[in-house]
């Protein structure tokens, strides 16, 4: 069974960064897309950016020029490269996966993922 574990979450001025990362456990990270979700008070879960098990990544327009994707399947953990951070990404941020995406597939719906990780909370505030 898949285990997810978010961290790197923080309080952050506007306009700072922070790096977010995923480690997984219980399934070999190489074969299966990584998906990054967030969700703020009163508000949707929303995708925000999708690597997929051959690498493919994708991004929210919200995210996209700001936030960098990446995984080192090594050491089983996906990273969110956030810059550029506005008070607007404030939410928490979740990690999650399904074993059905497999090759370049990696959608940004949280809908279509079944194992998610604890979540980890973005602050960004002056």
């Known amino acids: 069974q898949v285990q997810l574990v978010e961290s790197g979450g923080g309080l952050v001025q506007p306009g700072g960064s922070l790096r977010l990362s995923c480690a997984a456990a219980?399934?070999?990270?190489?074969?299966?897309?990584i998906g990054w979700f967030r969700q703020a008070p009163g508000k949707e879960r929303e995708g925000v950016s999708c690597i997929s098990s051959g690498g493919s990544t994708y991004y929210a327009d919200s995210a996209r020029g700001r936030f960098t994707i990446s995984r080192d399947n090594a050491k089983a953990t996906v990273y969110l490269q956030m810059n550029s951070l506005k008070p607007e990404d404030t939410a928490v941020y979740y990690c999650?996966?399904?074993?059905?995406?497999?090759?370049?597939?990696?959608?940004?719906?949280?809908?279509?993922?079944?194992?998610w990780g604890q979540g980890t909370q973005v602050t960004v505030s002056s």
């Open positions: 999650a996966t399904d074993a059905f995406w497999g090759g370049s597939a990696c959608p940004l719906q949280a809908t279509l993922f079944g194992s």
């Open positions: 219980g399934v070999d990270l190489e074969d299966y897309a």
